[in-house]
């Protein structure tokens, strides 16, 4: 069946652009992460959907980033005012529950920040 | 916190050699434990898991891992590497934090094959 599909692949935007990132979960999967992964951070946990709880937001590095997920499926994430510091692989991934679940990664987007 | 910590930041072997990647995680409880595997320019691959019961566990491509409590490892082997396996590999852990499942990853071993 078809994985976790990203969009766009890759994104180059200019410094204060406002940039939004796409996410299509595998069919049925309740749970929904947004990672990041960086060179001077590594694999970063920024975001959790699951069901209809209200998601954790515990990982987002600053009041610019923010996420939604629309109808239990698509996700999107938004960063206002992008910085250099935001260039990186965002990572989107989805499993069918909890913490016992395999999380499906997608190809990721490469956010370039200039 | 938890925290993954992978000592090796590169490691070359040659083909056909064995391989061990390894992987020390720091939790009070028993954790939830993989190993993925980032090719260039494509996403994480899970290679295998460890939630409970016998502490060898099997996963694709040939790989395994053995989870040490004792040692707080779960480190990757794998007895003979293809130059397929040349790849970045990364450890995680995932806990329960309040109904959180998030994976908490060590910085990766990048793996070169060599012929």
């Known amino acids: 069946g078809a994985g976790v599909s990203q969009s766009p692949s890759n994104k180059v935007t200019e410094k204060g652009k406002d940039v939004e990132l796409r996410c299509d979960p595998i069919s049925g999967h309740t749970a929904l992460y947004w990672y990041r992964q960086s060179l001077g951070q590594g694999l970063e946990f920024l975001i959790y959907f699951q069901g209809n709880s209200a998601p954790d937001k515990s990982g987002l590095p600053s009041d610019r980033f923010s996420a939604e997920r629309t109808g239990g499926s698509v996700s999107t994430l938004t960063i206002q005012r992008t910085q250099q510091e935001d260039s990186a692989v965002y990572l989107c991934?989805?499993?069918?529950?909890?913490?016992?679940?395999?999380?499906?990664f997608g190809p990721g987007t490469r956010l370039t920040v200039l | 916190a938890q925290s993954v910590t992978q000592p090796d930041i590169h490691i070359t072997v040659s083909e056909g050699a064995s391989l061990e990647l390894r992987c020390n995680y720091s939790?009070?409880?028993?954790?939830?434990l993989f190993w993925y595997v980032q090719s260039p320019g494509q996403g994480l691959q899970l290679l295998l898991k460890?939630?409970?019961?016998?502490?060898l566990v099997q996963g694709i491509k040939g790989f395994e891992a053995e989870f040490k409590r004792s040692q707080s490892s779960f480190n990757l082997r794998k007895p003979s590497v293809h130059w397929s396996d040349a790849a970045e590999y990364f450890c995680?852990?995932?806990?329960?934090?309040?109904?959180?499942?998030?994976?908490?990853f060590g910085t990766g071993t990048r793996l070169t094959i060599i012929p």
């Open positions: 991934a989805s499993s069918s529950r909890g913490r016992s679940d395999t999380q499906y």
């Open positions: 460890y939630f409970s019961g016998d502490t």
């Open positions: 995680a852990v995932s806990i329960s934090n309040f109904g959180n499942e998030k994976l908490t």
């Open positions: 939790y009070g409880a028993t954790p939830y």
